[in-house]
């Protein structure tokens, strides 16, 4: 996880330099980031009956070389469609890997199935923070191209080296909690699709993974239009570019929050965490669009927004597991996880609203909405209906009736 996360993450240090060399508008270089979420979101489905099919190890490693592949193609890619064919490849990659990860983990760990999957998703998370700035000084030193090759090299065989070790629990190897409020059957994937638990975190998983996107992807063009991509911050120890060191930072509180907020959750419910975390995240992203134009304004609050954004990829795939089991569970959490391929369409869409109105504003105003309307979701709508949803799969099954009922005449017999 932790070698796949600059294939998303480090994105946003290329961009400025791909316009520069190629003079292509910023919304049609974005296509390439909305092409990579959408094909690593809605292939994942797919991916899970292949990681139920052929185990962990295999798949991880199919995914590593075709993630090591995406940047070999962007290195030598002259055209906007030689970058969207780099992202689509790797999103089949990085879909592989993630999906595969999180999946292993939701299975080994039922009693605190928020704070390891938050382990694991934290490695994506927080996994690019130790190589931003050698990526950044790479294209400084040496252009994009060679950055994409190195770095693409590098990452692909250290995940293909990692795969090695991978393995599902057998059969039995593992039991059910017993102390949180998890179903205790598991439920196929048309059972799940056809229940309104679903539906629900399939909406909230929309409203709030946006935000977050649009930070991801346009960071560093935020940085660039408020004026503090450049500005020298003073640290004492060290002084650097807002930008870069805003995305170093960025990536800890990144990874930090997904096993942070997943071990609240396992001990005061996934509702209540959600409630405060997509809370925070509204009224970072409120505070960003007011303040960001102060470089360390910029610096503080772009943490906060993403230490509260970083959790869904925790409470979201924990929360499926409690409520459908894991037995189908890369088949389940593979249609939830397409959510965030819808959340990359705003992408490109907040880059028109931007030229449109003149200002960031709009677009951070916008998906804090929809964080805000979230958190109300999680603690009005979603408490109520996970309670009732557990209550009725964990009720036995109505037996058949025997001769005896339908005709007590005959038993007497």
């Known amino acids: 996880m932790v070698a796949t996360a600059n294939i998303q993450y480090a994105w946003t240090l290329f961009v400025p330099e791909i316009k520069e060399t190629f003079g292509w508008d910023r919304a049609s270089i974005q296509v390439a980031f909305t092409i990579f979420v959408l094909v690593q979101t809605w292939l994942t489905p797919v991916e899970g009956y292949f990681i139920d099919k052929y185990g962990p190890r295999a798949m991880v490693a199919f995914g590593a070389i075709f993630m090591g592949a995406s940047w070999v193609i962007n290195s030598q890619a002259t055209s906007l469609w030689g970058f969207y064919l780099g992202a689509a490849v790797g999103g089949v990659g990085v879909g592989c890997i993630y999906a595969t990860c999180i999946n292993n983990a939701l299975k080994w760990f039922p009693d605190r199935r928020g704070l390891a999957v938050g382990l694991t998703a934290g490695g994506y998370g927080a996994g690019s923070a130790a190589t931003i700035l050698p990526i950044a000084a790479m294209i400084e030193s040496s252009g994009f191209q060679s950055t994409f090759l190195v770095f693409g090299l590098l990452q692909g065989s250290l995940a293909l080296l990692a795969s090695l070790f991978l393995r599902a629990p057998q059969s039995g190897e ?147 597991g409690d409520a459908f089991g894991t037995k189908h569970i890369g088949k389940i959490y593979g249609v939830l996880y397409c959510a965030k391929g819808i959340g990359a369409l705003f992408v490109p869409v907040g880059n028109l609203l931007m030229e449109a109105t003149g200002t960031w504003s709009t677009v951070l105003y916008t998906v804090a909405a929809m964080d805000l309307f979230a958190a109300f979701l999680a603690i009005v709508v979603l408490r109520p209906v996970l309670a009732e949803h557990v209550r009725r799969s964990s009720a036995p099954a109505p037996q058949a009736a025997t001769t005896a009922d339908v005709n007590p005449a005959l038993a007497r017999a």
């Open 174 to 320: 593992v039991k059910s909690s017993t102390k949180l409020n998890q179903s205790r059957r598991d439920y196929t994937l048309k059972e799940a699709l056809s229940t309104r638990l679903f539906w629900l975190m399939f909406l909230m998983f929309i409203c709030v993974v946006t935000g977050g996107m649009m930070a991801v992807a346009q960071l560093g063009v935020i940085a660039q239009d408020l004026g503090v991509k450049d500005f020298s911050v003073n640290l004492y120890f060290v002084t650097m570019a807002a930008l870069p060191l805003a995305l170093m930072l960025d990536r800890i509180m990144n990874g930090v929050s997904r096993p942070l907020f997943g071990w609240i959750s396992d001990n005061i419910g996934r509702e209540k965490t959600m409630l405060v975390a997509f809370s925070l995240e509204g009224m970072g992203i409120i505070a960003l669009g007011y303040f960001g134009s102060n470089p360390y304004a910029f610096l503080i609050l772009s943490g906060v927004v993403f230490l509260a954004w970083g959790e869904v990829y925790s409470l979201f795939s924990a929360l499926a």
